[in-house]
């Protein structure tokens, strides 16, 4: 048979799991036309995190974190199309972060790893 137990807990006055008290995002975006055809552009962006707790207990939490970001590219109109190359680097300057919280994990197993620098194109 299977047994189920139940463990009343209070929580109130701990803060929300896994959302962060300071989520700040800014981007500047430059571009240029130099003709009718070709547009070339530039984007910077920042992201600041600041730390969240990952389980209701509020028991542990992450660091707060800042990233930058960087995107270059051009587009091109050719007839009825419209051409867009663009390459970029995310968290320029290599980061630690948290990428994913696991909310309440049994095993204390909260926080998942974050990929490094990413340079991208498409």
């Known amino acids: 048979m299977f047994n189920q137990v139940i463990v009343e807990r209070d929580f109130s006055g701990s803060f929300i799991p896994s959302i962060p008290k300071h989520n700040l995002a800014m981007n500047?975006?430059?571009s240029h036309r130099f003709n009718p055809a070709f547009t070339g552009f530039t984007r910077f962006g920042q992201r600041y995190i600041s730390s969240l707790y990952v389980d209701d207990q509020n028991s542990d939490k992450t660091e707060s974190y800042q990233l930058f970001n960087f995107t270059t590219g051009a587009d091109?109109?050719?007839g009825d199309y419209n051409l867009l190359f663009s390459a970029g680097l995310n968290n320029i300057f290599d980061v630690d972060h948290v990428a994913f919280v696991n909310i309440n994990s049994a095993d204390a197993r909260f926080f998942e790893a974050v990929?490094?620098?990413t340079f991208f194109s498409a």
Request: aromatic fraction near 0%; avoid cysteine; glycine fraction near 0%.
């Open 28 to 30: 500047l975006s430059l």
């Open 76 to 78: 091109l109109v050719v």
């Open 115 to 117: 990929n490094p620098d």
